[in-house]
């Protein structure tokens, strides 16, 4: 896909096309952002266009070259991502694995890409990787990328796509060129969702909203998710302050994992959002909207502890709970 035909993201593009035209393309670049908004798009097009005979530093999408590059067959592009990934993506049949798909990207899976890197290029002028889903390596994976960031081989890109930027080294991060992509509008992600298979546009709609913009996450969530949100919902709005039984067994039964207890979250969010929008429009007592607005900050807190920090996610919640209604007043009380 040339990098003209992607949508909504201007900025981002026209960054990548202006190094390009200039012959300035930096060795590294972390594409970050939502789920499915256009990085591996754009990293796809970065391919073509530095490969592409037929449009130089554009790619025309048609031609043989470019054809291969997007089947992942020509032997100048690297594609790398873990084995779950490959599975969800279809490039890997689960029937192959002895085990479970492994979540993460392994140092052995960077060595291999560097072994590769260092021979050159066989068919065009550049070598170039793409790692989608980069915040998926583990430590070791990262430090052992380092060494090529570092020192990268002449005439070689590397495309490092994720929308988990914050699980990256910061020296990993500090050696890239970030490039930031956007959510994409709701109304866009709704209409594509209903090509997707999601015939009711109320629902698209509501999936639209939860995404925040993130096509990926909504594609990812899909119906099943609907149903999970009312019934989150409705036991989220029936716990009583100071329940103390009930705070608990709410936190015990979404606090299992932090999958689990991400999505919760997630769920809570919307909902408070809402409810917060809808006492901000009826201009009604300003306590009450305060109240509401602590509680829905204070489940942005513990969605970054649990995320971002690693936070046992049943103890991550209970907190969250016995803060939020043993001191229904917040920061106001504060």
């Given at each position: 896909m040339p990098l003209s035909h992607i949508q909504f993201q201007e900025a981002a593009v026209e960054c990548l096309r202006k190094s390009l035209r200039e012959n300035r393309l930096a060795h590294a670049w972390l594409l970050f952002g939502p789920e499915g908004v256009g990085k591996s798009s754009a990293a796809l097009g970065v391919c073509e266009a530095l490969l592409c005979?037929?449009?130089?530093g554009e790619g025309c999408g048609g031609c043989v070259v470019c054809r291969r590059i997007a089947q992942r067959t020509h032997t100048d592009v690297a594609w790398l991502s873990s084995e779950r990934s490959q599975v969800e993506r279809?490039?890997?049949d689960l029937k192959t694995l002895s085990k479970q798909p492994s979540q993460e990207i392994h140092v052995e899976q960077i060595?291999?890409?560097q072994e590769r890197l260092h021979i050159r290029a066989l068919e065009g002028p550049y070598k170039i990787a793409v790692i989608l889903h980069a915040h998926e390596m583990n430590i070791q994976a990262q430090n052992a990328l380092l060494k090529t960031l570092e020192e990268p081989p002449a005439n070689t890109v590397l495309l490092l796509c994720t929308h988990q930027k914050e699980l990256l080294l910061s020296t990993l991060q500090s050696r890239c060129q970030a490039l930031a992509f956007k959510p994409l509008p709701s109304t866009f992600v709704a209409e594509q969702l209903h090509a997707y298979g999601i015939s009711e546009p109320?629902?698209?709609a509501r999936l639209a909203?939860?995404?925040?913009?993130?096509?990926?996450?909504?594609?990812?969530?899909?119906?099943?998710?609907?149903?999970?949100?009312?019934?989150t919902e409705a036991e989220f709005f029936a716990l009583e302050a100071k329940a103390i039984g009930g705070l608990l067994a709410f936190a015990e039964r979404h606090g299992s994992n932090r999958a689990a207890a991400e999505q919760c979250l997630d769920v809570l969010l919307v909902a408070l959002s809402r409810w917060v929008k809808e006492l901000a429009r009826g201009g009604g007592d300003e306590r009450e909207l305060w109240r509401w607005l602590y509680r829905y900050e204070r489940v942005?807190?513990?969605k970054v502890a649990i995320v971002q920090r690693n936070g046992a996610a049943r103890l991550q919640l209970e907190a969250m709970l016995l803060d939020m209604f043993s001191q229904p007043m917040g920061i106001l009380e504060g």
């Open positions: 005979p037929q449009k130089k279809g490039w890997m060595r291999q890409l109320l629902k698209a909203e939860v995404s925040e913009g993130s096509l990926g996450k909504a594609k990812r969530l899909g119906e099943a998710w609907l149903e999970f949100q009312e019934k942005e807190k513990a």
